[in-house]
């Protein structure tokens, strides 16, 4: 996953696990955080909300793109997904 602010790239991983479930990774696999993760009606738009620490949250929302296989959306701080960049993500094989 490559998360964007201001022309800057960060590498993370996420690890979108069965019910809900989700696992952030930083660039070295160091696990950075947890959370819950969701899709709409559509299965089309997914949002999540990942923990770091007690003060320390993000939120994200993205939409899946069939032709390019992969998701892209917007993350924010804390329960806002728009207020941080943007993100793309890629299934790992």
């Given at each position: 996953m490559?998360?964007?602010k201001t022309g800057k790239k960060?590498?993370?991983?996420?690890?979108?696990?069965p019910n809900g479930i989700?696992?952030?990774?930083?660039?070295?696999g160091e696990k950075y955080g947890e959370g819950e993760w969701t899709l709409d009606a559509t299965g089309?738009?997914?949002?999540?909300?990942?923990?770091?620490?007690?003060e320390?949250?993000?939120?994200?929302?993205?939409?899946f793109?069939?032709?390019k296989?992969?998701?892209t959306g917007n993350w924010g701080y804390d329960n806002s997904a728009t207020d941080?960049?943007?993100?793309q993500l890629s299934k790992k094989n």
């Open positions: 490559t998360f964007s960060f590498y993370y991983r996420l690890d979108i696990k989700l696992e952030e990774y930083g660039p070295n089309k738009i997914f949002t999540a909300h990942v923990v770091w620490s007690p320390v949250a993000f939120s994200m929302m993205g939409a793109n069939d032709a296989h992969k998701m941080g960049g943007t993100w």
